[in-house]
């Protein structure tokens, strides 16, 4: 390992900062690594935001299935009481 070359345990905490700069941000090099920075933060922003709602549409999905399955056993309870009644009667 020559010594200009990080120590691995400093190339780890590079790798992560570059992914996000939320664990010990490190100071950037240069422009260009600051643009690099902001471009994948707006990224990760908007993968987030897709993300989420991913989740919440998946969610309302999930109710409304429910809500379905609810709603079609209630019609063949109902169904089945109907037609329990309907024997009685005859």
């Given at each position: 390992?020559?010594?200009?070359?990080?120590?691995?345990?400093?190339?780890?905490m590079?790798?992560?900062?570059?992914?996000?700069?939320?664990?010990?941000?490190?100071?950037?090099?240069?422009e260009?690594?600051?643009?690099?920075?902001?471009?994948?933060?707006?990224?990760?922003?908007?993968?987030?935001?897709?993300?989420?709602?991913?989740?919440?549409?998946?969610?309302?999905?999930?109710?409304?299935?429910?809500?379905?399955?609810?709603?079609?056993?209630?019609?063949?309870?109902?169904?089945?009481?109907?037609?329990?009644?309907?024997?009685?009667?005859?």
């Amino acid at each position: 390992m020559d010594a200009q070359d990080p120590k691995p345990k400093e190339q780890v905490m590079l790798k992560t900062n570059i992914i996000s700069e939320f664990v010990y941000p490190v100071p950037p090099a240069n422009e260009n690594e600051i643009l690099a920075r902001e471009r994948l933060n707006l990224e990760l922003k908007k993968i987030s935001v897709r993300l989420q709602k991913t989740v919440q549409g998946l969610i309302i999905d999930i109710m409304d299935m429910r809500h379905a399955d609810v709603a079609a056993q209630a019609k063949r309870i109902s169904e089945s009481n109907f037609a329990k009644d309907d024997k009685v009667r005859k």
